[in-house]
């Protein structure tokens, strides 16, 4: 007991004005809305306040951001006049608090954020690193400011409609961007390590990318109603902690790529190196025509042919990482840090993985009938644990360290990477709503 | 290990084929796809069904006897080394730990064991010839997360085969029972296809109607299915379906009685998607819909003379037609009572202008409203007519009048295979709103004996205007029979077919022109012709008038592909919905999320609680602190840093 009070004595006055503002919020949404919503929401609504204020007394900068977040987004909220219409004329919510107004914002502070940290890693500046950093902080701000925008707006397209923003493909991109964002800001301020980024923020900028191109091509990012299965407050837990697993994941893959090209070794043969960069444009040549031909040549097969598409991009991406070992061995990323940061990462992610994937058997069982079903998303996010699991055990009971294991993280990526888009895409099954 | 690994390598590829490969379809299909021969070796290795593959569930049994020998193996030992404190280690031992310092003096033991009692150490002091060790310990709990999460790996197992098909398997091999794959109705089901009410878990569907009941479910079983009596009878009170004001669903529910066997109802209650209820252990699922047979009317028109008889059926049956001499199958399909289509964009959507389109792309990624032409289509219901040949014509009837820009159409959708889409007929409505008009045209049209008379109304006006004034009126009334009898023998394609045989190529424009004008004509006069034979009165003669007119030509030409001369125009219908239910017993449910707190319980421990074990020896006024971590990293090293600074106070010799 003693200690308890010790350890409080010794929080910050912040960190008690923080909590104080996070149960204020959470006790006006209880007061406001909690009559409309069922015990489990209510127990969510609890247990998030609680949550944010740990999270905001485990990582201090929590403490500024998610205030600002919350500011902004009522900002937006109030400049709606419970009219959506408004979007389109009122100035500040056409050109920024709009939630699709935010979302592109994001999109140009994460590709900024990019092309500073590649700037910054290069020319060993620190002060480009440092801006790269600033520019994610501010995407990350506009992720979490247009999803609760969002939220919002979703209730103004009817009362029946509203709901949180998890629950389609483009909805979870921006969420994972956010989180694979704050994850990397986490891990480079507390092992000082900023010039990851350059990595980090390359798997967000193809998040980004995709976001624009599912925007303005597939016209995702209007607010659908819920289907019935998706009607439950299963969702809002366990969209968020796949997320984290993804995000995690997503993360140390690119760390391993750091270390790889970080690690100082032996230089290729000149032969090895023309051989491999001819396989490596074989392989995207056959890619590009199979995705331009592919339904001329296998009108049958589509799932096959994305399948193997897919493989062959990845198969031109291990080759272009083993072809260029070291070349970045001479600038700021020091392989150990990396690698320390890519465990705590996949840890976390697969601590994650496992509650969600529970979660999930747990929503199955109330909504499809069993908790677990072999669907293809189910057996594919087995599939992604047994991976991490198979990584883990060779990391803390066989010892193993070095390449073997960035390689190991980078290959991880691929298979989640299917289980998140590839079994939407390609395979049928009970999770289809979450297609393309 | 290795084989652990390796089995779980086998688990992992037999698990992508499983979702790769679509499971559980019926083998006919995999027949169509795979041919003969990869089926007769992809059947008997389980392909089709992987996760329910002996060879599968074997996998799984051995990783469940690998993971248990694991623990045996190493529990006691890890217990025995969570009790201990270690608190005999030699010097040597522990200037052999990577992290250690040593300094000259004595720390304060009381501060000492503040520090470490703030820190969340226990530890156990020992002196003996005049050395004194503390050795300390944290995080015990990081050695139980082992346990934990290898242990709820086999209660999940367990849980598993308490619920999967294990137990049905061995009473496949064991108990005689054999799986049905007859098409019989449920009462006909041979005992030995049937599990009974006691059967310790299940998973089955069963669809019941609105009004009915059952006390039945259907288990899937590779090629056939077993009945699986249910402990009380479901009873299917009304289905509920809502719509979002885009036609997407929004909600299903379907009202339920459950009552025993002696007819006592134990429950009532509403099942809705993600809301089951749990009756007698068993929980019961809203997983489908459908129509469930509802009474249909219908008005029967005969395509060639225009009467129309009533026709009575059911949706979801099949019943004897007769046409003329022909004898047909009516089979009815379902009845869907909305119909909410997208109508295709808005006029204010499609720009042509490319600056105004990429603004607009602007615009539309900005708002998160979909903008959509829907439009309720009303009632539909498909049938098919299968001839006594077995040649099927698939329709889908709508039943509400269809407004086109001031216009009304009754719409018919016709097919000739099920792989086609339907090719719709607009058949558009009188000022009464009704069919009638347009169907005593048609077979106006279609009637020889009216031709003389319209081909000399046409004549009488052409010549009136001076159009034709240079022809002979024989001849054009000559040609415009000849154009009715083409048109009657199959409309607009046989009057082509016609100029195609008949006149060279370089005239046919002009002369299709032409015909396509005299017909025009003859068919307002076809409906003058055919108003007097009804004895009504003639058309108005006005633009609206004159639209109906050409869209009756152009749905009489397109009716000619429609199979069987027959159009049934549903008038009415009585809703009879059915639902679809899944009923399960999972017993182990409870034991797999039991293992699942544990697996989250021990994955937790395993990676947030760092084990570590601090000694403080004191000897010949000299100290020695040394740190050890089950893992070593950056975090730990400041750790030690920590606990250097306090607890040897003067900066020794720290090797």
Not at chain 2, 148 to 167: K, M, R
Request: net charge neutral; hydrophobic share 45%; with cysteine.
């Amino acid at each position: 007991m003693n200690a308890t009070a010790q350890r409080l004595a010794a929080r910050s006055p912040f960190d008690f004005i923080f909590a104080l503002l996070v149960l204020i919020a959470g006790g006006i949404a209880f007061s406001r809305y909690g009559s409309f919503m069922d015990y489990y929401e209510q127990a969510i609504l609890i247990g998030a306040a609680g949550a944010m204020i740990g999270l905001g007394w485990f990582w201090p900068a929590l403490r500024v951001f998610l205030p600002t977040c919350a500011a902004i987004a009522l900002a937006g909220i109030g400049l709606y006049h419970g009219d959506l219409a408004r979007a389109q004329t009122a100035f500040w919510l056409k050109y920024l608090l709009a939630s699709q107004s935010l979302v592109m914002w994001m999109c140009v502070c994460f590709f900024l954020a990019t092309a500073m940290f590649w700037l910054g890693v290069l020319r060993r500046s620190e002060t480009a690193l440092s801006i790269g950093s600033g520019l994610t902080w501010a995407a990350a701000t506009a992720a979490l400011s247009s999803s609760l925008v969002r939220w919002y707006e979703s209730y103004l397209i009817g009362a029946d409609v509203g709901h949180i923003p998890v629950s389609n493909l483009y909805e979870v991109f921006v969420l994972f961007c956010l989180i694979t964002s704050l994850m990397y800001l986490y891990y480079s301020a507390r092992y000082k390590a900023r010039s990851m980024g350059a990595f980090v923020l390359l798997v967000i900028s193809a998040a980004v990318g995709f976001i624009l191109w599912y925007t303005f091509d597939r016209q995702a990012h209007e607010i659908q109603p819920l289907i019935p299965a998706l009607q439950s407050w299963w969702m809002k837990i366990h969209v968020p902690a796949n997320f984290i697993g993804y995000g995690s994941f997503a993360l140390s893959a690119m760390l391993g790529v750091a270390q790889l090209l970080a690690t100082p070794s032996a230089p290729l043969k000149k032969e090895t190196k023309i051989v491999g960069y001819l396989a490596a444009t074989v392989l995207v040549a056959i890619a590009v025509c199979l995705q331009l031909k592919s339904s001329e040549w296998f009108p049958q097969s589509g799932p096959v042919v994305a399948i193997g598409s897919f493989l062959l991009f990845a198969a031109v991406a291990i080759l272009g990482i083993a072809l260029n070992r070291g070349v970045l061995s001479a600038f700021p990323l020091n392989p150990d840090i990396l690698s320390e940061i890519s465990y705590k990462a996949i840890a976390l992610g697969f601590l994650f993985f496992t509650i969600a994937t529970i979660l999930g058997a747990a929503w199955a069982a109330d909504a499809w009938g069993g908790y677990w079903s072999w669907d293809p998303k189910e057996t594919w996010a087995l599939i992604v644990w047994l991976n991490y699991a198979a990584w883990l055990h060779v990391r803390l009971v066989k010892g193993w360290r070095g390449d073997i294991l960035a390689w190991w993280a980078v290959v991880g990526l691929l298979v989640t990477t299917f289980a998140f888009l590839g079994v939407n895409m390609v395979l049928s099954g009970l999770h289809s709503y979450g297609g393309l | 290990m290795r084989f652990a690994i390796s089995l779980l390598t086998v688990l992992a590829i037999a698990s992508i084929i499983g979702t790769v490969l679509k499971q559980n379809e019926p083998y006919t299909n995999y027949h169509f796809e795979f041919g003969d021969f990869w089926f007769s070796i992809f059947e008997p290795i389980g392909l089709f069904d992987v996760y329910h593959a002996g060879w599968f569930l074997g996998i799984l049994g051995f990783l469940i006897v690998s993971v248990s020998l694991c623990i045996y193996r190493h529990v006691p030992g890890m217990l025995r080394d969570i009790k201990s404190y270690r608190e005999r280690a030699s010097y040597n031992s522990l200037r052999l730990i990577h992290h250690h310092a040593e300094i000259d003096g004595t720390p304060d033991q009381a501060a000492t064991e503040a520090w470490l009692k703030q820190h969340g150490f226990r530890w156990k002091t020992r002196t003996e010839d005049g050395v004194t060790l503390l050795a300390a310990k944290r995080g015990s709990w990081q050695k139980l997360g082992y346990f934990f999460a290898h242990s709820a790996i086999v209660v999940i197992c367990i849980g598993f085969i308490i619920d999967g098909n294990l137990p049905l398997k061995l009473r496949e091999v064991f108990g005689g029972k054999v799986a049905e794959t007859r098409d019989l109705p449920q009462s006909q089901v041979p005992p030995h296809s049937r599990l009974d009410a006691s059967n310790l878990s299940f998973r089955g569907n069963v669809t019941l109607s609105e009004g009915g009941g059952g006390d039945v479910v259907f288990l899937n079983a590779g090629n056939g299915y077993f009945v699986q009596e249910l402990p009380f009878v479901l009873k299917l009170k009304q289905f509920h379906v809502e719509h979002y004001s885009t036609g997407q669903p929004k909600r299903f529910a379907s009202d339920i009685d459950v009552f025993d066997h002696a007819g006592k109802l134990l429950k009532s209650g509403t099942v809705e998607v993600n809301k089951p209820l749990i009756v007698d252990g068993v929980a019961i699922y809203q997983s489908s819909f459908g129509d469930g047979g509802s009474p249909l009317q219908f008005a029967r028109w005969d395509l060639m003379t225009g009467q129309q008889t009533t026709l009575a059926g059911r949706s979801q049956s099949e019943q004897p037609f007769q046409n003329g001499q022909e004898k047909y199958t009516l089979e009815f399909g379902d009845l869907r009572v909305f119909n909410i289509e997208n109508m295709g964009k808005l006029a204010a959507q499609t720009s042509a202008v490319a600056v105004d389109q990429f603004s607009q792309a602007l615009a539309s990624a900005r708002s998160v409203r979909a903008e959509r032409n829907l439009k309720n289509l009303g009632p539909s219901i498909q049938f098919k007519l299968r001839d006594s040949a077995g040649q099927a014509t698939e329709y889908l009837n709508y039943l509400a009048p269809f407004n086109d820009s001031g216009a009304n159409y009754l719409i018919s959708g016709v097919r000739h295979a099920v792989t086609d889409q339907f090719s719709f007929v607009r058949m558009p409505l009188d000022d009464d709103m009704k069919p009638d008009t347009f169907q005593r045209l048609r077979a106006t049209l279609l009637d020889q004996r009216t031709w003389p008379e319209i081909a000399k109304r046409t004549a009488d006006k052409a010549f009136k205007d001076g159009a034709f004034s240079a022809t002979n009126r024989n001849q054009f009334e000559a040609v415009t029979t000849s154009v009715l009898q083409q048109f009657a023998q199959g409309g607009f394609p046989a009057l082509e077919k016609f100029l195609v045989a008949k006149v060279p190529q370089e005239q046919r424009q002009g002369i299709a022109q032409t015909y396509l004008k005299i017909l025009q004509g003859a068919t307002v006069d076809a409906m003058d012709v055919a108003q007097q034979r009804a004895g009504l009165q003639p058309l108005p003669v006005d633009p609206e008038h004159y639209r109906f007119l050409m869209d009756s030509l152009v749905a009489a030409s397109s009716l000619f592909d429609y199979g069987p001369q027959v159009y049934l125009q549903p008038v009415g219908f009585t809703e009879v919905k059915s639902s679809g239910f899944q009923l399960t017993r999972s017993p182990g449910k409870n034991v797999v999320y039991l293992g699942s707190i544990l697996l989250v319980l021990g994955i937790f421990c395993m990676f947030y609680i760092r084990e570590e074990r601090l000694w403080l020896r004191v000897a010949d006024g000299r100290t020695l602190l040394a740190m050890s971590s089950n893992r070593r990293s950056s975090d730990f090293d400041r750790e030690f840093e920590r606990h250097r600074t306090a607890l040897l106070p003067e900066t020794g010799d720290s090797a």
